[in-house]
């Protein structure tokens, strides 16, 4: 039975917009522009669950775990915490496409880049079975789907979505799909936004929108502000 309580994202003044957070299993889409840091906020997100002991998966195609790992530490965020816990784990689309010369470890799952949807689906999978025996949710980024449509005909992609979703859901999964505004013509963007649960989106003024959510919210936009200690939303 899939749990139905509401976990908090710990994101300063964001649970507030929330009404409190998310139930395990809701897959939400993320919009912003190119020039806003969108992983920033889905590391700070990831980086509150870790620290409060649930386990946080990343799947990243447009940068290696270690770059992401040293940005984050600019904002006190050790996300090598969580790996030496067993409670962080990433699945890495960009670095053996990039041409670097790394290997898979204990906490990264590298695969061949964003072609590689067979052995993507197959590394979800994997450290879904690993959290399960943890914790009955778990929470996740994916950034981004725009860098999937690059190099992937756009019925692949949904097939694929279909999968990962349908398997997100099942496994308690809470998190953060992104995509770049603009990229994408707009029924691919609609498509997107019928196969999650909720979409919101962010401008160049770190204006945040809610489009839409799994329990409606009064409050339908929000100033983003990124401190030293992170993002505080009002």
Known sequence: MMNNEIISTKIRGFDKILEGGF???????????????THLFCLEYIHRGISDGEPGLVVTMDYSPENLK???MQYGWALTTGE????????????INANKDVKSTEAIKRIGGSIALSDLTIGMSQIQTEFHAIKDYYKFIFDSLSTL??????????RFLRVIVSKLRAS????????VEGMHEQRIEMTLRYMMDGTIQIDNNLKMSIL????PSL????????TKAGFLIE
């Open 23 to 37: 139930t395990p299993g809701t897959c939400i889409l993320l919009i912003a522009p190119p020039i806003i840091e």
């Open 70 to 72: 040293v940005r984050a």
């Open 84 to 95: 030496e816990k067993g409670i962080l784990r990433w699945v890495d689309g960009y670095s």
């Open 149 to 158: 449509f690059i190099y992937n005909d756009e019925n692949t992609i949904y």
């Open 172 to 179: 308690g999964g809470i998190g953060f799909f992104t995509i």
């Open 212 to 215: 839409s959510l799994p329990t």
């Open 219 to 226: 409050m339908k936009t929000a100033q983003m502000k990124l």
